[in-house]
């Protein structure tokens, strides 16, 4: 299949399903033997058997297969034929020269990108589209993940988005806010959640959310986790000098768990900074916690014993598996904002926030409730024995300089 073939086809209804084989190490060690020639030939040909004439296909490189479907009858069949294609793929293969035992075995993860007639891509968004789906299908059971892909204009923007998003990063043109936390029990504010704003530089304002899901799309997110947080201890320094006792929290994302070195990373920062482990909480949600499941518990356990402190944040809103809490050593229960939202009028908010919070003290946790609004609340989260909070109440996330000030008066320090 030629670039110019995917272009002019790419015009037409069809879905590029990229396949990603999986058995790289293998099919490296054995790049020089006819058997590894021989597996490469094996999956062409079953790739070839399952597609009609006008469809296309190609051996991107020695691990990605590319194959264009062409006027599928419908959007449902870029699932089954995803879904097929993998399951032919994952037959054992067996070479000519080798026995039953040493068959090689792939476990590809397909990504594609569905582009409706009524609204033409080009190529390379669709090709953009299908290998990012491909990224999300490694971290599903299914291993299969179809897209739609975006319209010219929508990808247009995307990416305008995606490089300015990367020079501001690369130019340190991020910010951080904090959002103060307050303790149920003596009222008094004891630390602050560090998040990410950036303002484009036609004044608008990017979703933080939207922010950390490209990071982690590009490869850029140790970046930003290691920006936000190298910010943060920097900040922490200069309260610690003005008697600001401040503790901090920082988000992580799913993609940082699988990072053996962060943290090592973790403890240079707190090091450069001269900040205590312990005035560091790191941050992840439970749906990070359950794709990285395996390498989960090493990494928390390396956090935990430089001293950091380990929350789970948005609790309630995923798996919400009490076995985490039991297995996981955390620190901190975050209740999510939407238990939170109606709490003072809703009896059966109650009833969940109360088993929450015993659940956490239960595990040895602090529990944390999230989006505080209304006095109500924080007065509901106090009988309900809930230990700190946090929201629009007390206070929106702040610039550092603004939250210095904020503290003093929260806390009646008088100022140096
Ligand atoms: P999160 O970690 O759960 O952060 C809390 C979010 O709730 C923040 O939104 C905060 O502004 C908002 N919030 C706080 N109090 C209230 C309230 O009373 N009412 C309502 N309606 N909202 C409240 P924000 O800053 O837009 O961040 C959204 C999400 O983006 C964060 O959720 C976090 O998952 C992610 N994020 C933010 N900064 C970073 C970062 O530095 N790294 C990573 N990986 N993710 C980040
Ligand atoms: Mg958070
Ligand atoms: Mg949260």
């Given amino acids: 299949m030629q670039y110019a073939d995917t272009l002019t086809l790419a015009r037409r209804r069809s879905v590029l399903l990229l396949v990603s084989l999986h058995r790289t190490d293998r099919l490296a060690a054995l790049a020089q033997a006819n058997s590894a020639r021989e597996v490469i030939a094996e999956v062409m040909?079953?790739?070839?058997?399952?597609l009609r004439s006008s469809d296309?296909?190609?051996l991107a490189?020695?691990?990605?297969?590319?194959v264009l479907l062409v006027?599928?009858?419908?959007e449902s069949l870029a699932e089954l034929a995803g879904r097929t294609l993998r399951g032919n793929l994952m037959r054992p293969i067996h070479g000519s020269d080798s026995g039953a035992g040493s068959a090689v075995r792939l476990n590809p993860a397909v990504g594609g990108a569905w582009q409706p007639a009524?609204?033409?891509?080009?190529?390379?968004?669709?090709?953009?589209?299908?290998?990012?789906?491909?990224?999300?299908?490694?971290?599903?059971?299914?291993r299969v993940k179809i897209v739609t892909a975006r319209s010219e204009s929508e990808a247009h923007h995307r990416r305008q988005l995606e490089q300015d998003l990367r020079d501001a990063l690369f130019a340190n043109q991020f910010d951080v806010h904090f959002q103060p936390q307050v303790s149920l029990a003596t009222g008094r504010c004891t630390g602050a959640e560090a998040l990410v704003r950036w303002t484009r530089p036609d004044?608008?304002?990017v979703n933080?959310?939207?922010?950390?899901?490209?990071?982690?799309?590009?490869?850029?997110?140790?970046?930003?986790t290691l920006f936000v947080m190298n910010t943060t201890l920097r900040h922490l320094m200069a309260w610690n000098s003005q008697g600001i006792d401040a503790r901090v929290s920082v988000n992580l994302s799913a993609i940082t768990l699988a990072d053996p070195a962060f943290p090592s990373l973790v403890g240079h920062a707190l090091?450069?900074?001269?900040?205590?482990?312990s005035r560091l909480t790191l941050e992840l949600t439970e749906t990070a916690v359950v794709r990285h499941e395996q390498s989960a518990m090493k990494f928390m356990k390396e956090i935990r014993e430089r001293g950091c402190g380990l929350a789970l944040d948005d609790f309630g809103t995923g798996y919400s598996s009490f076995n985490y809490l039991r297995q996981f050593p955390l620190t901190e229960l975050k209740i999510d904002q939407s238990f939170v939202r109606n709490l003072a009028d809703d009896a059966s908010d109650q009833r969940i926030v109360h088993a929450l919070v015993d659940l956490a003290h239960t595990f040895g946790m602090h529990a944390l409730a999230e989006g505080v609004e209304d006095e109500r609340s924080a007065q509901s989260l106090r009988q309900l024995g809930c230990d700190l909070a946090q929201g629009y109440f007390f206070a929106r996330p702040m610039p550092h300089g603004e939250f210095t000030a904020w503290w003093r008066e929260f806390n009646r320090v008088p100022t140096p």
Wanted: with cysteine.
């Fill in 45 to 50: 040909r079953r790739v070839e058997g399952m």
């Fill in 71 to 74: 006027d599928p009858p419908g």
């Fill in 208 to 224: 933080p959310g939207l922010i950390a899901s490209i990071c982690e799309a590009r490869g850029l997110m140790t970046q930003l």
């Fill in 56 to 58: 296309r296909y190609a």
């Fill in 203 to 205: 004044g608008t304002r």
């Fill in 118 to 142: 009524d609204s033409p891509t080009d190529a390379m968004n669709l090709l953009a589209a299908a290998s990012e789906a491909c990224r999300e299908a490694e971290e599903l059971e299914s």
């Fill in 271 to 277: 090091d450069t900074w001269s900040i205590a482990a």
């Fill in 61 to 66: 490189s020695h691990e990605e297969i590319w």
